[in-house]
């Protein structure tokens, strides 16, 4: 794995470059010479989410139709009579 730094200048100057620096391994994109974003293949971001995406992200993917959605389930025990008096 190959870790690349560029500044945000260098970034939007070689855009295609920083993809292809992403398949060897991370980018860091800097900001006044701080880290200030991470670009990764879609491939590496899964593996680290551990492939699972939020309600919001698969909303928000453009051309895709259906999705499949599987809440995770409530343990028992968060639900619990109201007291009324």
Avoid: C
Avoid at 16 to 36: E, H, L, M
Avoid at 55 to 70: I, N, R, T
Wanted: net charge positive; proline share 7%.
């Amino acid at each position: 794995m190959t870790v690349t730094t560029l500044t945000s200048r260098e970034f939007n100057q070689d855009t295609s470059g920083a993809k292809k620096a992403a398949r060897k391994g991370p980018v860091f994109i800097t900001d006044r010479g701080r880290p200030a974003h991470v670009l990764l293949t879609i491939e590496d971001y899964r593996r680290l989410t551990g492939g699972n995406m939020s309600l919001a992200e698969a909303v928000a993917q453009v051309g895709v139709a259906d999705f499949e959605f599987k809440p995770p389930r409530t343990g028992p025990g968060i639900f619990k009579p109201a007291k009324l008096s």
